[in-house]
């Protein structure tokens, strides 16, 4: 006669219940895994080399559930653009501390060159032209954004110079866009150093400002 052989029932079939075990994700933790790929897919191959194809398949999921989160590639992308400029314009807005403008305006230089540095996908994003039309505006609007924050600084010591204050956005509207667009240059080069970069924006926009003429007047044929 056989002797039985006794079995604990939770090691029976063990091997199933490790193959069919998965951890699921919460809705919220699904949502920031797409996000995280879209940003990442977004800044290397641009909205129209992204496909929503590509960012189901690197999440583990279906197409469908990136339509259930976002309704589309174009939603994602809209979030995602939104959370980049709402950390760059955080940065820009808390970094503004000191007192004295030249200070002021090396703290402005700063706060962009680190986030180019700290978030260069997000920089990468927030530059590319996409055909997409969104409520959350562009790079361009969002330059406008941080050069009104420059705005009351400008217009205080156009005030304290005699200048006309009015003009103040003007000038906030071109030095913000010199920073932002010599950022986009040192992306790619990251030379000289950070530091050396802010120096010399603040150079030529302090001592721009330092010389500057009440009325400037043009001295070619053209007035108009």
Known sequence: MMERVATDPSTQNSDKPRRSRRTRMSGAERREQLLEIGRT?????????????EIASRAGVSKP???????GKEGLYAVVVDREMRQLLSMVTSSLTAGHPRELLEQAAFALLDYIEEHTDGFRILVRDSPVAQSTGSFAS?????????EDILGREFKNRGFDAKLAPLYA???VGMVALTGQWWLDVRKPKKAEVAAHLVNLAWHGLDGMEPKPRLIGHRKS
């Open 142 to 150: 969002l330059i406008s954004d941080i050069a009104t924050q420059v």
């Open 65 to 71: 559930v990136v339509y259930e989160h976002f309704g």
């Open 173 to 175: 509207q071109a030095l």
């Open 41 to 53: 897919l977004f800044a290397s191959k641009g909205f129209e080399g992204t496909s929503v194809e």
